[in-house]
Nanobody, 116 residues
């Protein structure tokens, strides 16, 4: 069983920055895949924001390329999402997702609101 706890969401003005963190309850070297997804208002499906396979290169949605960066901190056991130049369309609930022993785990989500 893996527990994921997201933090760092909040209200920010357009053009601002936020850093999301996902604290993982197990050793991150065991994870096969790590990603950030989001669900925007009025949509039922979550969309991929950024992801990374173990030992691989980061992958980003076209809408966030050049603005968002996914990273990991093995000492703190966190998966981070640095978000810059935020736009109103980035408003969403952001979820952390990992694959461990072929099972998907999700966090509870953290709300990011981008508004003047």
């Amino acid at each position: 069983q893996v527990q994921l706890v997201e933090s760092g969401g909040g209200l920010v003005q357009p053009g601002g920055s936020l850093r999301l963190s996902c604290t993982v309850s197990i050793n991150m070297f065991s994870l096969e895949y790590m990603g950030w997804y989001r669900r925007t208002p009025g949509k039922s499906a979550r969309e991929l924001v950024a992801s990374i396979f173990s030992g691989g290169q980061p992958n980003y949605a076209d809408s966030v390329k050049g603005r968002f960066t996914i990273s990991t901190d093995d000492r703190e056991n966190t998966i981070n999402l640095q978000m810059s130049n935020l736009k109103p369309e980035d408003t969403a609930v952001y979820y952390c997702n990992v694959l461990y022993r072929r099972t998907n785990y999700w966090g509870q989500g953290t709300l990011v609101s981008v508004s003047p």
